[in-house]
């Protein structure tokens, strides 16, 4: 009998120790169809990068050329020599600095009374924010064109800048207000004891504290600045204050002309280079700002 009861122990352990059980089979197939997916979203960026370095007669070969023969580091000179880029360059940082500044203020603000100050009609507000995130970009294109043309702001920044400084956009002061509910009271009820007004509880403690909700929001800003191509399109005409998006679709030209893709290709390269960078380096505050922006509702 104890023969047999340690040849059914061992047969046990050994069921529960197979490395193919049910739960480690699945978390194998769901990393290999991560990486399919992964790899599948990869391929545009991939093939944007090989035919940046291409000769222009290599670019639309069929099957395509993954590794450029001759590497040609020379595409990127030219493409952002073409057109005056930094000049684009410098008008797309004017727009997403002022932008930052206006978006993370207005919004962490706005989130923080509707977060942590009790007044009658708060909740109905908060209503209405979810709201407006329902609501399409363009339903409100044309009346917003045609009020901030009556009142002289074409060919001006203004329209790109002004109106984020009134709220910041219904989902960052959702970001944000779901990231101050997870923050403690007891902060804000020791700053009070300690005669701290609302402002200073908002600018002193909250919103250290908030860094990675800041970090989150200021990441979706830089990329909505940063590849806005409709509002500069619409208010825009001066080509010297083109942005990076407009930049690249003038670069294009004429429609009945020439283009030259290997150096678009490298323009385009080139301009997604800040983008990834940004991302990068604050990719672990993007990450825990989004995820502790869930915890509380």
Not at 79 to 87: E, G, R, S, V
Not at 159 to 184: D, E, K, S
Not at 262 to 286: D, E, K, W
Request: with cysteine; charged share 10%.
């Amino acid at each position: 009998m104890s023969t047999a009861k340690q040849f059914i122990s061992k047969d046990h352990l050994l069921a529960g120790k197979h490395p193919w059980n049910t739960e480690r089979l699945w978390k194998f197939l769901i990393i290999i169809i991560l990486c399919v997916v992964a790899f599948l979203m990869l391929v545009p960026f991939l093939w944007l990068i090989s035919s940046s370095l291409k000769l222009e007669q290599r670019v639309f070969l069929f099957p395509p050329q993954w590794i450029p023969d001759p590497v040609r580091w020379m595409n990127y000179v030219d493409a952002l020599t073409n057109k005056p880029f930094h000049l684009y360059l410098r008008n797309t940082l004017v727009i997403v600095i002022l932008n930052e500044i206006a978006i993370i203020f207005s919004s962490s603000l706005c989130a923080y009374s509707i977060a942590r100050i009790q007044f009658p009609g708060r909740d109905f507000l908060f209503s209405v924010v979810i709201a407006v995130m329902m609501v399409p970009y363009f339903v409100l294109m044309v009346p917003t064109f045609v009020m901030l043309s009556r009142i002289g702001w074409m060919n001006t920044y203004l329209p790109l800048t002004v109106p984020f400084f009134f709220g910041g956009g219904a989902f960052n002061i959702f970001l944000f207000r779901q990231f101050f509910r997870t923050i403690p009271n007891d902060l804000s009820d020791a700053a009070r004891i300690d005669g701290c007004d609302e402002f200073g509880i908002y600018w002193r403690i909250m919103m250290p504290l908030a860094k990675p909700a800041i970090v989150a929001v200021g990441i979706f800003t830089f990329l909505n600045s940063w590849n806005d191509f409709i509002a500069p399109l619409l208010y825009i005409n001066n080509p010297n204050m083109f942005t990076v998006a407009l930049g690249l679709a003038n670069f294009r030209g004429d429609p009945s002309s020439y283009i030259h893709w290997n150096l678009l290709m490298a323009a385009s390269a080139a301009m997604t280079i800040p983008v990834v960078l940004i991302f990068f380096v604050g990719q672990r505050y993007f990450i825990q700002g989004v995820i502790m922006s869930g915890i509380k509702g």
